[in-house]
């Protein structure tokens, strides 16, 4: 058996293995480009710069308080909708929060400046002081991006209470506090401090929302002086600098989130619950006015797209201009979707058999490596990799591949963390039996796709959208002879034809709605099956 165990494992393992190469030589060639040009090294004098320390400080006070108002507003709308499972309009409002999580996030901003800029629909009654840009704007644009991944996370925690719970505070006549105290927050403290940590990540790394609305030096953030001393200066001491300031601080983070475990990132309510507390006549009321505020909220800077594409004569508009560009950018997250899945899939058998055999240590460095490119600056590695390149092949022509390379490279971690929880949980109950059986590596994975397949279409329809939003790495590969549907929403918007990215903006947002419902219809049908 043992033998047979080998023959088994050897060529997952090298698979697994030529995967977790093929992602960190990304990193390492970008890093070796940037650090080979002209002999550049790190640049210690700006440790000690106070335009270092506030940009540090500045990126790290966005994203706790991003990541703690949204977790703080999460909290009720995660309570109307456990404590009220018949809401009127629940499933969609689930679904909407599915796509504001992960809409390309210029449609987000055109939304946000149409609803709250200068001259925005409700800015006149926000007073003269008001000013979307710098701080409020990050913090408002931030909590919205995750507020709808906070509410599905704890939503799902709750709903794990078993009904014995519920139903021995009923005979026990608990209070409302009571049952808050000894119930329901044990049920979210668990893995509330993760759920922070991972928002956290995100916004400590966010570059397009600061990028667009941070409105000076004194809102930057560490991904966008990176892209301001690549972009403006071509200082790369200093962008390496910051470069590994930001991997040093987001990736020890992130090193502590996954030894806590991983966060669905996508997913249906699937959990159906039998029995809960019924709330008071007056509670219900707050749960439905919870309810209905945050369903508005989300919906708001979406609804103010419409104004913009009024302003434009749609029977003379030129629809190939953006029709183009649409299909193109399909083209270019299916490709880098469908390979960041299956490089995903591999890289993920070290990890298992690590597990599978008991070593704690290697499990943790593999669930790193796999995942080490949510916190590479993805401007950094772009740029790296540009450099490199340039003297050796005709990007120009070439472009369009390193677009879809570095999509899929950076994708990965996504796909990674949705499929890992599954896969471990498959190896805990089934590897056993499958090597008792002496199965080869076909007959394998014949037995795991359909315990797999869910996961693998939560997986794509995640990493299809987030690479559907890509702006960055297209700003140093691309082309105007293939541009993508967010470069132009960029491009319109940045010669103050809102008209038009209102337009091409809403076309991206019913792509994004429509990859969630074929998503949701897909999951619900295997779960009927």
Not at 283 to 303: E, N
Not at 356 to 384: E, F, K, N, Q, Y
Not at 478 to 501: F, K, Q
Request: net charge positive; hydrophobic share 55%; glycine share 8%.
């Amino acid at each position: 058996m043992a033998q047979q165990r080998r023959a088994v494992n050897a060529p997952m393992l090298f698979a697994g293995l030529l995967a977790l190469a093929l992602s960190l030589s990304v990193t390492v060639l970008a890093f070796y480009g940037l650090i080979g040009f002209e002999s550049a090294g790190l640049d210690t004098s700006l440790l000690s710069d106070g335009y270092f320390h506030a940009v540090v400080w500045f990126s790290i006070k966005q994203a706790a308080l991003s990541a703690g108002l949204a977790l703080l507003l999460a909290w009720p709308v995660a309570r109307a909708l456990y404590y009220s499972p018949r809401l009127w309009g629940r499933q969609g409002f689930l679904s909407l929060c599915v796509l504001s999580f992960v809409m390309p996030t210029l449609i987000l901003i055109t939304g946000l400046v149409a609803l709250l800029g200068r001259q925005g629909m409700i800015s006149p009654w926000l007073g003269p002081d008001w000013n979307l840009y710098g701080l409020p704007g990050i913090l408002i644009a931030h909590v919205y991006l995750n507020l709808p991944f906070a509410v599905r996370v704890q939503l799902l925690q709750m709903q794990h209470i078993p009904d014995s719970s519920w139903k021995l505070a009923a005979q026990l006549k608990l209070g409302h506090w009571q049952r808050l105290r000894l119930i329901e927050w044990p049920a979210l403290r668990a893995g509330m401090l993760q759920l922070f940590g991972f928002v956290f990540v995100l916004c400590f790394n966010s570059f397009a929302v600061v990028l667009a609305l941070g409105g000076g030096p004194r809102a930057t953030t560490l991904e966008v002086a990176i892209y301001q001393a690549l972009k403006y200066d071509f200082n790369i001491p200093e962008a390496l600098t910051l470069a590994w300031t930001q991997l040093l601080i987001a990736g020890g983070l992130f090193v502590l989130l996954n030894r806590m475990g991983g966060n669905q990132w996508l997913g249906v309510d699937s959990t159906r619950q039998r029995w809960t507390p019924r709330p008071g006549a007056v509670m219900q009321q707050v749960h439905r006015i919870v309810y209905g505020m945050a369903a508005l909220t989300l919906l708001l800077p979406l609804l103010a797209l419409l104004p913009g594409v009024l302003q434009v004569d749609l029977a003379r508009f030129d629809w190939f201009a953006i029709a183009r560009p649409a299909l193109i950018t399909l083209i270019i997250a299916t490709l880098a979707g469908s390979g960041a899945l299956v490089l995903a899939y591999a890289m993920l058998l070290p990890l298992r058999f690590a597990h599978i055999r008991g070593r704690s240590a290697l499990a943790l460095l593999l669930d790193w490596l796999s995942t080490h490119a949510l916190v590479a600056p993805a401007m950094v590695v772009s740029v790296g990799l540009y450099i490199l390149l340039l003297p050796r092949l005709d990007l120009d022509h070439w472009g369009i591949l390193f677009v879809i390379l570095l999509n899929l490279v950076l994708i990965v971690p996504y796909a990674v963390q949705q499929l890992r929880p599954r896969l471990l949980q498959f190896d805990h109950q089934y590897d056993r039996l499958v090597r008792s059986l002496k199965l080869g590596l076909r007959a394998r994975l014949r037995i795991e796709w359909p315990y797999m397949r869910r996961a693998c279409v939560t997986s794509f329809a995640l990493i299809l959208l987030l690479a559907m939003g890509d702006v960055a790495i297209f700003s140093i590969f691309g082309s105007s002879d293939w541009t993508t549907l967010p470069w132009l929403i960029y491009s319109y918007a940045s010669t103050y034809r809102m008209g038009e990215s209102s337009v091409a903006s809403l076309l991206l947002l019913l792509i994004c709605a429509l990859v969630v419902w074929l998503f949701e219809h897909v999951e619900k049908g295997a779960r009927d099956a």
